[in-house]
């Protein structure tokens, strides 16, 4: 059992801290839902600043072990993270204007379906090209 989670650490870490970021994103959004006459999609984009936020800090640490030495090779990653989640969170926009101006569907039900397509989408990012460089230099 121990080889098999150590064989598969960064994924079960990975869902851990995807795990938080949505409680992050989910719970933000909740919260705006119900104190503010907001739009949604108002909601979606702050929660989306914060999920991302907490999501870079907790997947360069713990999930890739990414470790630069230099400002440039830190604010390279961040950009690029940055970068794959905005294409993400324009997913997450579409499944939300979908879900809840087209199909008319509960806001918090149609969040929790984007949260699951956006952690599987920011997962592959992630491993594939975001903190790949990385892995790669630790060889």
Known sequence: MKA???KNQAV???LVFGALTTAVNIGTFTII???TDWNYQIGTAIAWVLS???AFFTNKV???SSHYTTWYAFWRELGSFFFFRLLSY???VVIMWVGVSLLHQNEIL???VDNIVVVI???VFSKLIIFKQTQIKKD
Do not use: D, G, H, S
Request: hydrophobic share 60%; charged share 15%.
């Open 12 to 14: 079960i870490l990975y």
């Open 90 to 92: 324009f997913m997450e």
């Open 62 to 64: 713990w999930v890739f």
């Open 52 to 54: 991302v936020l907490v």
């Open 121 to 123: 989408v920011n997962y």
């Open 4 to 6: 098999l989670i150590k």
């Open 33 to 35: 839902e119900f104190t």
């Open 110 to 112: 149609t969040k929790l």
